[in-house]
């Protein structure tokens, strides 16, 4: 099954599936060998490739085997220049006349995102943020599955949370290590995030996906990904207050042109020259 109608052409897609040896894009752009691919990279495409991840995982389970850009992109929410481009950076060109394979393009984009080696989660403070995160089943779903819930709080040591006891904050480094943690999700308030984050560090955690109202401080080698949001609702708030202006001026302006208008009929019915105000006399 296709995401299109046989023979679509996938216009902007090569004739034929590049060679690896291939360093050029679809859209001119030149790209690094395979092994530096990931380097190259652009932040805000590593975010799309992501999008497109879960896009084609859904085609996947509707047994769609082949997808047009234009298809993709329409899903995806971006225009196809941009995700054709996007998809350059991992070596994927698609066929012309086909399109992308999903089962390809998603084993692409999985190892370029390092899908491929095996994650392990571990939840830190376990308030109403820590037990969605806990109990959440896109993690485990997508190759993030929670291993192990830390807090401070004693009357949770040892209680269940999504299937996991909670363990204290102390025994982080332990548990991690035994547990081969490699994400850590800090959902503590901001003043023992920093001490939390220490720990994982302590255990060998490299990366860190921050919760907390709070800059973290890492070592070089440690990647630290913060989610504030309340600072996305302000942003949300920003682009709504700004398109309720625009439309405010919009109409205004239209309100005087239309304003400008009656005045300039009235004028002429009144024998008024609109030009130079001179009175026309029948």
């Not at 859209?27 to 896009?55: H, M, N």
């Not at 819930?149 to 909670?166: E, K, R, S, Y």
């Not at 490299?206 to 989610?227: H, T, W």
């Amino acid at each position: 099954m296709t995401a299109h109608g046989e023979g679509v052409r996938d216009g902007d897609a090569h004739g034929a599936e590049e060679p690896a040896s291939e360093q050029q894009s679809s859209d001119g752009v030149t790209i690094p060998e395979p092994q530096d691919r990931a380097k190259a990279i652009p932040e805000a495409a590593v975010a799309r490739l992501a999008v497109y991840l879960r896009v084609l995982s859904g085609f996947a389970e509707q047994e769609v085997h082949t997808v047009s850009s234009e298809e993709l992109a329409v899903a995806a929410g971006v225009n196809s220049a941009k995700l054709r481009k996007d998809l350059s950076y991992i070596g994927s060109y698609g066929t012309r006349g086909v399109g992308y394979e999903v089962a390809v393009l998603i084993g692409q984009i999985e190892r370029t995102l390092g899908l491929t080696q095996q994650h392990s989660v571990a939840v830190i403070g376990i308030g109403n943020l820590g037990h969605a995160l806990a109990n959440y089943g896109g993690f485990p779903s997508r190759g993030f599955p929670v291993a192990a819930l830390f807090d401070l709080d004693p009357d949770l040591m040892g209680v269940p949370v999504g299937g996991i006891p909670v363990d204290h904050v102390d025994d982080i480094p332990r548990v991690c290590a035994e547990r081969d943690v490699t994400i850590g999700a800090i959902a503590t308030p901001a003043k023992g995030a920093q001490d939390v984050c220490d720990r994982l560090v302590q255990a060998g955690v490299r990366c860190v996906l921050n919760f907390a109202p709070v800059v973290l401080q890492v070592p070089e080698e440690v990647e630290v990904r913060k989610v504030d949001l309340a600072v996305e609702m302000q942003i949300l708030s920003f682009h709504v207050a700004r398109r309720s202006q625009e439309t405010s001026e919009s109409t205004a302006s239209g309100a005087e042109a239309d304003g400008a208008a009656q005045s300039k009929t009235r004028d002429v019915n009144a024998g008024v020259n609109p030009v130079d105000g001179m009175v026309v006399r029948p």
